[in-house]
């Protein structure tokens, strides 16, 4: 008898499926964003699945259990998380593609100057962020612990983050870290990227995806917009669209030979 298995949409947890058929050795890495967790990817992660792509959804140190788990720790620990993730993905499958969203597309464009990645899509990825109140972070970690996040009327598909209701300074002070980092070597992402951001973004400027698609010298990039669309584009109204040009994208890679970059190239 045929069961028809049952989608979950809401869970913190990480999570590794196994493809089939003629793109099972194509990974797909998904690397979510700040005080987020793995359960942004569950629905576009169910999409690709059914192509045949091997997932796998990593949860970064210190998200999705509690905000008390995550000030102790810092970008170093999310990006080896994340390094650690691609090296085990590499021994299954010929090739990678990173997906990140916001943070996490940070973390996936730094990956694809330390790693041989076959396509990186980037998701809602900061450069210029909404708020000026993060260059305040430095100062404010040493009085307060904690940030709370403004209540926003969000549908019940942008629930599904679960993301955390409160913010610790600290890691705020170690994603401004990152960002600069990430913004420096930008010139040497040469990997295949697809860039996407919704119009209504409030947490990420519009500007970022342009000044992203500027700086990165890949020959092969894409630039879209979605208009109807805030900072969880992954699953907000025009969800089934970004799922298809992202599904799109990956269709069109030409597949590179994954692995650890010549020795002096990596930085």
């Not at 964003?33 to 629905?43: D, N």
């Not at 210029?128 to 926003?152: C, E, M, N, W």
Request: a positive charge; charged letters at 25%; hydrophobic letters at 40%.
């Amino acid at each position: 008898m045929f069961v028809i298995e049952r989608r979950v949409y809401k869970s913190t947890e990480p999570f590794f499926w196994t493809g089939r058929g003629s793109n099972q050795e194509i990974g797909i890495l998904m690397i979510h964003g700040f005080t987020g967790s793995p359960s942004e990817f569950r629905r576009i992660g169910y999409e690709l699945r059914e192509e045949g792509y091997t997932i796998q959804a990593v949860r970064l140190p210190g998200h999705g259990t509690s905000p008390d788990e995550m000030i102790h720790t810092g970008w170093t620990d999310w990006y080896g998380h994340v390094l650690e993730s691609y090296d085990e993905l590499a021994a299954k499958c010929k090739s990678i593609v990173v997906m990140g969203h916001s943070m996490g597309g940070l973390l996936a464009l730094k990956l694809a100057v330390e790693r041989r990645a076959a396509g990186v899509i980037s998701i809602a990825t900061p450069i210029f962020l909404s708020s000026r109140k993060t260059v305040l972070a430095g100062f404010l970690q040493y009085f307060i612990k904690y940030i709370a996040k403004k209540p926003k009327r969000v549908s019940t598909l942008l629930d599904e983050s679960c993301a955390y209701t409160k913010t610790p300074i600290r890691c705020v002070v170690s994603l401004r870290k990152l960002l600069k980092q990430v913004k420096k070597v930008l010139p040497q992402v040469n990997a295949p990227v697809w860039i996407g951001q919704g119009s209504k973004d409030g947490v990420v400027r519009h500007e970022s995806a342009a000044f992203l698609y500027e700086r990165i010298r890949s020959e092969v990039k894409e630039l879209r917009y979605y208009p109807e669309s805030s900072h969880g584009l992954l699953l907000d109204q025009e969800r089934e669209r970004v799922y298809a040009d992202i599904a799109a994208f990956i269709l069109s890679l030409q597949v590179a030979y994954y692995g650890v970059k010549e020795s002096g190239t990596a930085h």
